[in-house]
């Protein structure tokens, strides 16, 4: 991802193509898969298909609770907070934003 936003998308498409194909024969709800589903929520994001990137988000919240992985929750409610807001819900997206800032603040989130 870091290369993908820091200008260099064929770069960092390629090491997540990479990534996708050697957990290819992985259980779907490992966290591995969680973590690369990120990059298609954000596109999602920035391409304001705010529906699929709420879906693709709680699909990840939901293998974060799973695993107990405190950075991949942080993560997809920011996202989860995004989505909302971008489709002119703020008030659902404010919420969801807040409670991102709390685990983020209180150190459950690394």
Do not use: K, N
Request: hydrophobic share 45%; proline share 5%; aromatic share 4%.
């Amino acid at each position: 991802m870091t290369l993908m936003l820091g200008g260099e998308p064929a770069r960092g498409g390629g090491w997540l193509a990479r990534a996708g194909r050697v957990l290819a024969a992985a259980p779907p709800d490992r966290v591995e898969h969680a973590y690369l589903r990120l990059p298609a929520a954000l596109q999602a994001l920035y391409s304001r298909d705010f529906d699929t990137a709420l879906g693709t988000l709680r699909e990840v919240a939901t293998i974060a609770d799973q695993v107990r992985d405190p950075d991949l929750l942080a993560l997809s409610r920011l996202g989860q907070g995004r989505a909302p807001v971008g489709s002119g819900d703020t008030t659902a997206g404010a919420a969801m934003l807040d409670e991102a800032t709390v685990e983020v603040t209180t150190g459950q989130a690394g």
